[in-house]
C-alpha cells in the first residue's frame, strides 16, 4: 500500500526536524568546546604571568628541572640543545654555525618564518629560522625536528654584560628515542660535515697579516691577526707562465685539496710547502693569489720582523685555520736565520750609552731563530690543523739554509723565470686581447735572448692612452727589448774588460814578485 502524500509530506517535515535539532547540538557543542578553550588559554596566561612574576628565577630554574624530569618519563622523544655561545668566555660556537648552515636551505624551503642576518664572515644574506620556529628533516628514512628558540639571559657576570648578551638563542633537535644511536653517531656528523662545507663555500675569504705581541689582548678575539677581503683577481688563466707548467701545479694543488684520507694512511700532518724562487717581478706573489682562488683558500701574509720570539711565531700558527696558505715573502731578507745577528756597537760608548743601544736593538730585532721557525712550519705543533699550504718566496734561493728547503718542508720547488714567448702569448692575451700578430716572430726571437721580466713586459704592453693601439704596444715592447739586448751586450763587454784589467793587472803584480824575489 503506497503511502499518501500528506504522509509523505509529514514524514519529511519530521526528519527536517530532527535534522534541524542535531545541527543546533552540533552547534552548540562546538561553541562549548571552544568557550571552554579560550577560557582555559585564558586561565593558563594568567598562571603562567603570575608564576613569571612571583616565583623567583633560581626556584622556576628547580620547578621546570622537575617538570622537565616528569615529561621525559612519560615521553618517548629526545632533545639536545645547541647553544650559540659556549665555555667560559661564551665564544661563539662553530658547531651552532655549522648545523645553521646546514638547516638554512631547509628553512627557505619549509620554514614560514625566516631571520636574515647579515655575517661578517659571508658574501651573502644568511637565511636561517625565526624565533621559535621549527622545521623538519629526514635522514635514512628518519624524521628529525629543529627548533630555533630564545630565551632572557639570567646570568649577570660581567663578561655577559660587556658582550651584551641580554638574550640566549638556541637549536634543539628532537627525535625518537628508538633513533638515540644513529642520530647521535651518524646523523650529526653529517650535519656538521655538511653545514662546515656550506659555510667555507659561502664564507667571504680573508687576506690576514700578523700584528705585533703588543697588541694582544686575552679577550678581543682574533687579535693575533688582522684581515681584509680578499679580492685579488689572479688566476691560472693570467698568469704569465709555461701552460705545461701551470697544468702541473694545477695538477699537484687538486691532488693536494683532495688528499686528507691519502694523509692519514701515510701518517703525513695534511699540509705541503712550495718555494717560490725568481728574480724580481717574475710573479712570486701573483702567484700565490692564483693558488689561493683556486683553492678557495684564506691568505696568512706572516711578516717574521714583527715576531718577537719563537713562542709567538708558535702562538701565531696555532692561530691559523685550515684551509688557508700561510706565506712568508721574501725570507732571506725577513731574518737573518743562519746565525747570531749582527749588532752595531761603538767601542768609545760609555756603558750608559752600551745600555740605551741594546735596549732598541731588543725592539727593533726579531728573536725567531731557525729552529723555530722549522718546529712551527713542520715540528709537533703543524698538525694541529689540516689542509695548510706553506709558502717561501726568495730571489736568492742560494742564501737559503738548506735544512729550511728540504724536501718534506717545502715539497714543491718553483723557478719564477724571466718572460718566454710562451708567457708573453698569455700576457698579449690578457692586456690587448689577441693571440696573433705580424711583430710575434720578432718578439720570440727577443724574449728567447734578453731576460725581461713579465712585469716589465706587461708593463710595455698595456696602453697609456686611448689612441695607442696594438700596433703600438707591440712596436714599444720590440723597442725596450731591444734597449734591453743592447744594454746587456755592453755590461757583458765592461764585464769581459774588467775582467781582462784584473787578470793584466794579476799578472804584473806576480811579474813584479817574481821579479823581486830573484834580485840579490
Not at 647553544?83 to 660556537?93: F, I, R, T, V
Request: with cysteine.
Amino acid at each position: 500500500m503506497r503511502p499518501t502524500t500528506e504522509q509523505s509530506l509529514k514524514r519529511n517535515r519530521k526528519q527536517r526536524e530532527f535534522l534541524g535539532t542535531q545541527a543546533n547540538t552540533k552547534m552548540l557543542h562546538t561553541g562549548s568546546v571552544w568557550g571552554f578553550t579560550g577560557s582555559t588559554m585564558t586561565s593558563l596566561m594568567f598562571f603562567w604571568a603570575m608564576y613569571k612574576q612571583i616565583f623567583p628565577y633560581h626556584l622556576q630554574v628547580h620547578i621546570e628541572k622537575y617538570v622537565y624530569k616528569l615529561m621525559g618519563w612519560v615521553s618517548s622523544s629526545v632533545h639536545i640543545k645547541f647553544n650559540e655561545y659556549s665555555g667560559e668566555g661564551l665564544e661563539k660556537s662553530e658547531a651552532y654555525d655549522s648545523i645553521r648552515n646546514y638547516l638554512s636551505t631547509k628553512s627557505t624551503a619549509l620554514g614560514n618564518r625566516l631571520k636574515a642576518n647579515e655575517s661578517k664572515n659571508s658574501k651573502s644574506l644568511v637565511l636561517s629560522l625565526d624565533d621559535h620556529e621549527t622545521v623538519e628533516d629526514v635522514f635514512q628514512g628518519v624524521k628529525v625536528k629543529w627548533s630555533s628558540s630564545v630565551r632572557e639571559n639570567h646570568n649577570r657576570s660581567s663578561t655577559n654584560r660587556d658582550k651584551g648578551f641580554g638574550e640566549i638563542t638556541y637549536l634543539t633537535l628532537s627525535f625518537h628515542s628508538r633513533h638515540r644511536d644513529m642520530i647521535t653517531k651518524t646523523y650529526l656528523d653529517h650535519v656538521l660535515r655538511e653545514g662546515k662545507e656550506i659555510g667555507l663555500k659561502k664564507r667571504e675569504r680573508k687576506l690576514y697579516t700578523n700584528n705585533s705581541s703588543h697588541d694582544w689582548s686575552s679577550w678581543r678575539s682574533g687579535s693575533k691577526w688582522s684581515n681584509v677581503s680578499f679580492d685579488h683577481p689572479a688566476t691560472f688563466e693570467s698568469l704569465a707562465m709555461d701552460p705545461e707548467k701551470k697544468e702541473e701545479i694545477k695538477k699537484d694543488l687538486i691532488k693536494f685539496s683532495k688528499g686528507k684520507d691519502y694523509y692519514k694512511k701515510v701518517g703525513k700532518p695534511w699540509k705541503r710547502g712550495y718555494l717560490l724562487f725568481g728574480p724580481p717581478g717574475t710573479g712570486k706573489s701573483t702567484m700565490i693569489s692564483a693558488m689561493a682562488n683556486f683553492l678557495g683558500y684564506d691568505v696568512y701574509d706572516l711578516e717574521l720582523t714583527t715576531v718577537a720570539d719563537n713562542s709567538e711565531l708558535k702562538k701565531l700558527m696555532l692561530d691559523t685555520k685550515g684551509k688557508s696558505i700561510v706565506v712568508i715573502e721574501d725570507i732571506d731578507c725577513s731574518l737573518d736565520l743562519t746565525g747570531q745577528r749582527k749588532k752595531k756597537k761603538e767601542e768609545d760608548e760609555d756603558e750608559e750609552d752600551e745600555e740605551e743601544m741594546k735596549e732598541a736593538e731588543k725592539k727593533k730585532y726579531s728573536k725567531v731563530t731557525l729552529s723555530g721557525l722549522l718546529n712551527a712550519i713542520d715540528g709537533l705543533w703543524s698538525a694541529c690543523s689540516g689542509e695548510k699550504i706553506i709558502v717561501f718566496t726568495t730571489k736568492f734561493v742560494d742564501n737559503l739554509d738548506p735544512a729550511l728547503i728540504r724536501r718534506g718542508r717545502m715539497d714543491n720547488h718553483i723557478e719564477m723565470s724571466y718572460c718566454r714567448f710562451e708567457a708573453f702569448k698569455v700576457l698579449a692575451k690578457n692586456y690587448l686581447e689577441i693571440e696573433s700578430h705580424d711583430l710575434y716572430g720578432e718578439i720570440k726571437r727577443l724574449v728567447e735572448e734578453v731576460d725581461m721580466s713579465p712585469a716589465d713586459v706587461a708593463e710595455n704592453l698595456m696602453p697609456k692612452s686611448e689612441e695607442e693601439d696594438v700596433e703600438i704596444c707591440l712596436k714599444r715592447l720590440v723597442m725596450s727589448l731591444e734597449e734591453e739586448k743592447e744594454k746587456a751586450r755592453k755590461m757583458a763587454e765592461e764585464e769581459e774588460k774588467n775582467k781582462a784589467e784584473k787578470e793584466a793587472w794579476r799578472k804584473k803584480k806576480k811579474a813584479k814578485e817574481e821579479e823581486k824575489r830573484l834580485k840579490p
